[in-house]
């Protein structure tokens, strides 16, 4: 277990959400590292990814599956396509890693999460403002995923925005991210995610291209690979989670506290795109 969990663990939180900038290789990681240590010590959990709720049905059913047919199975499951980090080669590893200890005996279960999981609930939640339909349906999602078993923790890995816990916008576009709505239904910590840079991969408007507020970039402007990061001021220290502002930082009310990854590194789509 990384550093840090006993301060996290007192607050008693049935939800744990670790906000990552999608795209590198050790924000999975670090989430294996701490599934694995809390379902070794015999927590029942539940690990809930960013990945289309519309696919939860195709990862239920590869979960199932022995560890010979399960990489198969989970590979087609709604990988292709996304060029920003969630279907990475890291995310994928993150759950061959998780199935591999529940066919060891380990309970804990995976769930898919994002998005709309269906015609009824898009309609139900289209009168919120701004990107409060989706955020509220990520919140829904892992709550149902959630009562669905009977879980000591339900560990989320989800980018950071979601994971925001106090409003975003202004007026009447002023909306709740996922993790404040989640906070409604049960005892919930976020944690930030902080790096000392290297790579990570994403998406990004290529030199010289002219973004202009609430016009479309065109797919010929963008570059998605690897590209460096500058990241946070470097710690000097190996990976270990915080409650609190990160050092330097100013007390606020959008995250409890932050997992500080050290450098970090780019992971591509599990599926590469055109």
């Given at each position: 277990m990384p550093q840090g969990?006993?301060?996290?663990?007192?607050?008693?939180?049935?939800?744990?959400?670790?906000?990552?900038?999608?795209?590198?290789?050790?924000?999975?990681?670090?989430?294996?590292?701490?599934?694995?240590?809390?379902?070794?010590?015999?927590?029942?959990l539940l690990v809930a990814v960013e990945q289309s709720a519309t696919?939860?049905?195709?990862?239920?059913?590869?979960?199932?599956?022995?560890?010979?047919?399960?990489?198969?199975a989970l590979g087609a499951a709604g990988w292709a396509g996304r060029e920003d980090g969630v279907a990475s080669e890291a995310m994928f590893a993150l759950l061959v890693r998780l199935h591999g200890l529940k066919e060891a005996g380990v309970a804990v279960d995976v769930a898919a999460f994002n998005g709309m999981r269906d015609d009824a609930q898009r309609a139900r939640l289209a009168g919120l403002p701004g990107q409060g339909p989706h955020e509220a349906a990520q919140a829904e999602n892992i709550r149902d995923?959630?009562?669905?078993?009977?879980?000591?923790?339900?560990?989320?890995?989800?980018?950071?925005?979601?994971?925001?816990?106090?409003?975003?916008?202004?007026?009447?576009?002023?909306?709740?991210p996922m993790a404040m709505r989640l906070a409604r239904y049960g005892p919930t910590t976020s944690l930030r995610m902080r790096d000392a840079g290297?790579?990570?991969?994403?998406?990004?408007?290529?030199?010289?291209?002219?973004?202009?507020?609430?016009?479309?970039?065109?797919?010929?402007?963008?570059?998605?690979?690897?590209?460096?990061?500058?990241?946070?001021?470097?710690?000097?220290?190996?990976?270990f989670m915080q409650l609190g502002p990160f050092p330097g930082g100013e007390p606020g009310r959008d995250y409890d506290g932050f997992i500080w990854l050290g450098p970090v590194s780019g992971s591509p789509p599990l599926v590469a795109g055109k």
């Open positions: 969990w006993p301060a996290i663990a007192e607050r008693r939180p049935h939800y744990v959400i670790f906000g990552e900038t999608h795209g590198t290789r050790e924000a999975p990681a670090f989430v294996g590292r701490i599934a694995c240590a809390l379902a070794s010590d015999g927590e029942r696919d939860n049905a195709a990862l239920q059913a590869a979960w199932r599956l022995p560890a010979d047919r399960f990489e198969p995923a959630a009562a669905a078993g009977d879980y000591d923790r339900i560990l989320i890995l989800v980018g950071s925005f979601h994971a925001r816990k106090s409003p975003v916008g202004e007026g009447a576009d002023r909306f709740e290297g790579s990570m991969w994403n998406c990004i408007p290529k030199p010289g291209t002219n973004v202009r507020p609430g016009q479309p970039i065109t797919a010929d402007k963008i570059d998605c690979g690897i590209h460096p990061t500058r990241g946070d001021s470097d710690l000097k220290r190996a990976p």
